[in-house]
């Protein structure tokens, strides 16, 4: 389902908007706990199921839920899956992701929940990367914290554990 030109233009006006707030909101809030490391391998992992969580007020409210999925449906192209309560995520089919090529049909204009990604996980306690992704995330303070393991005496296979486990190795 390639977006036409009215869809497009609609959601370049929303990526705008999304954009600036997205700016505004990272620059007023906490730093970013992880960079992120690596590239796209093109594994398509991330676009076979899109996840949404959503805030209180669209999970409760009647109006704005079914005004947010009629925008994923109608706009982005997703279609509902399944949904899980107790995270208040929705998860879906993007009508644009080819499943055989692994490519989306509307790169272009995708939305910026698909450009963000992995991007946003950075902001996560345990960034919940897929394990087929070239991605890689690395503590911002992974020297100092890789140094104090070592000073602590931590070495080998326990250190090499620790690296994992805490986000300190850069590969």
């Known amino acids: 389902m390639r977006d036409g030109p009215l869809r497009r233009l609609v959601k ?90 692994k490519q989306c049909d509307s790169y272009e204009s995708r939305p910026n929940m698909c450009r963000d990604y992995p991007r946003n996980l950075t902001f996560e306690a345990v960034p919940p990367l897929f394990d087929e992704c070239s991605y890689v995330v690395q503590d911002v303070n992974a020297d100092v914290l890789r140094a104090e393991l070592i000073r602590a005496g931590v070495t080998g296979e326990k250190l090499a554990e620790m690296e994992k486990k805490l986000f300190l190795r850069s590969e």
């Open 12 to 101: 370049a006006l929303v990526r705008r908007v999304n954009a600036f707030d997205l700016a505004v909101t990272r620059a007023a809030g906490p730093k970013a706990r992880y960079r992120l490391l690596g590239a796209c391998n093109g594994c398509g992992k991330c676009c076979e199921t899109p996840g949404i969580s959503v805030r209180k007020f669209i999970w409760y409210l009647p109006l704005a839920r079914a005004t947010f999925l009629w925008w994923q449906r109608v706009v982005n192209g997703f279609e509902i899956l399944n949904v899980d309560k107790k995270s208040r995520t929705f998860f879906f089919n993007c009508t644009h992701f080819d499943r055989v090529t």
